[in-house]
């Protein structure tokens, strides 16, 4: 995991030294200007390996220390060339270069909505937008890094993956999402058989209703997969209950069948199983071995759905508990999840205000698309969030760390965001005062 994170020079002024909070959480703050994004893009753009970020960068060298005390150096040597050092290794020298060929441009801004209307004149066609081939580099590095890394010739060496943490980053911009190309292409084929035909297909789409779909076919993954263990443990059912020697307690197997009415009632309160909850068997020491096989099934059977339920019940209870008034979420097999009023109307995902969608569609990210392990960068989680919201917000991070194994690090201006967890913050101004009066 990372620990530390050493930068010189950023922007030609500043000299940072910042350790991450062993409390799992670290917040940067400080006024604008100061860095505290582009400290969350270095760590982003060194995993993602987008050397072109560095050589844009402004800054004269970066250490990033690890677990171990494994560490990485960065190093600028002109507007054009980096040095990357591994430990005490000789290091590498990478530079930037773009594949500017037509045929190469045009492969990967097929899912944008740029295109090239000159030699080196293109067009945002949101808006009409011109930009030359450079500016139009710069804008896709800040807005599409994946983009900019895919046009790179030159990539960061490839280090041992036990030196490079997991790294996710919830971006200030996240309500909405590039379209891949596949999907993109599958929407133009459907326009053919539809009214508008000839329709300009929108290379990006509104995340909450991705996520939805995302979570659908969760659910039906998880369903799948229950199916097949069940098939498997019934078909064999037989044969093990006749080869079965060791028997249960009647009160063990009261504990553990309280336990499987928990999981069964929670999963027809999510609506992925119809199957009522079972009524204890009446034990008897005759039938111990029977009610041995049978409860170690069963708990089998349930166990496919135990990391989905722990995820399910976090992110409906903040959003039904501590966030919608008027509204609630429902966990659906055919939606994924859907809204509804406090009067039962439903509601479409897009009815939903813009810091309603900034809590879901953070929290949907931090519980179903961050790996255990991993290091989640947050800019800026107060984005239309009521004061009310920014202050529960960091109790409801350590639930989530809690229960994903993660470290957060947050740029934020927010007090609310902070709260009474002062003591998690690096304040970058003090920093930089600091580093002045030495």
């Known amino acids: 995991m990372l620990t530390s994170i050493k930068i010189e020079n950023l922007f030609d002024i500043f000299d940072y030294d910042i350790e991450f909070k062993k409390e799992g959480i670290t917040i940067l703050t400080g006024p604008n200007g100061y860095g505290k994004t582009t400290i969350l893009k270095i760590v982003e753009a060194f995993v993602s390996q987008n050397s072109h970020f560095f050589i844009r960068l402004l800054f004269t060298r970066i250490v990033l220390t690890f677990d171990e005390n494994h560490k990485i150096t960065i190093e600028k040597k002109s507007n054009n060339e980096v040095l990357l050092g591994v430990d005490d290794s000789i290091p590498s020298r990478w530079n930037n270069k773009f594949r500017r060929s037509n045929k190469s441009f045009e492969k990967v801004l097929r899912a944008t909505p740029f295109r090239q209307i000159d030699d080196d004149i293109w067009i945002d066609k949101r808006n009409d937008e011109i930009f030359s081939t450079d ?116 009160q063990e197997f009261i504990e553990r069948f309280d336990k499987v009415k928990e999981i069964q009632k929670a999963l027809n309160e999510y609506g992925l199983s119809e199957v009522e909850e079972d009524s204890h068997p009446t034990f008897r020491d005759v039938n111990a071995k029977a009610l041995y096989v049978y409860i170690d099934d069963t708990e089998k059977k ?137």
């Open 135 to 250: 500016s139009l580099l710069q804008k896709i590095e800040s807005e599409l890094p994946n983009l900019a890394i895919e046009l790179q010739t030159d990539k960061i060496p490839k280090l041992s993956k036990s030196k490079i943490p997991s790294v996710y980053f919830i971006r200030e911009q996240r309500l909405l999402r590039p379209v891949s190309n596949d999907r993109i292409r599958m929407m133009r084929q459907r326009s053919i058989f539809e009214s508008d035909v000839g329709k300009e297909v929108s290379a990006f789409s509104r995340t909450i209703e991705e996520y939805a779909r995302e979570l659908r076919e969760n659910i039906k993954e998880t369903l799948a997969t229950s199916s097949q263990v069940n098939q498997e443990l019934d078909s064999s059912f037989p044969r093990r209950l006749f080869e079965q020697q060791q028997g249960i307690s009647e």
């Open 302 to 438: 349930l166990a496919v759905f135990s990391n989905l339920l722990n995820k399910l019940k976090t992110f409906t209870e903040i959003l039904n508990e501590r966030r919608f008034t008027f509204k609630r979420i429902d966990i659906s097999k055919e939606h994924g999840f859907k809204f509804s009023t406090h009067k039962g109307k439903s509601l479409a995902l897009a009815d939903l205000s813009s810091g309603e969608q900034q809590e879901v569609v953070i929290l949907y990210e931090l519980l179903f698309k961050v790996k255990p392990g991993t290091l989640v960068l947050i800019d800026e989680p107060e984005l239309s969030l009521h004061v009310v919201w920014q202050k529960q917000f960091l109790d409801d991070l350590f639930k989530i760390i809690e229960l994903q194994k993660i470290n957060i690090v947050i740029a934020t201006h927010s007090p609310q965001i902070i709260n009474n967890h002062w003591d998690l913050t690096i304040d970058l101004e003090e920093l930089r005062d600091a580093a002045i009066s030495k």
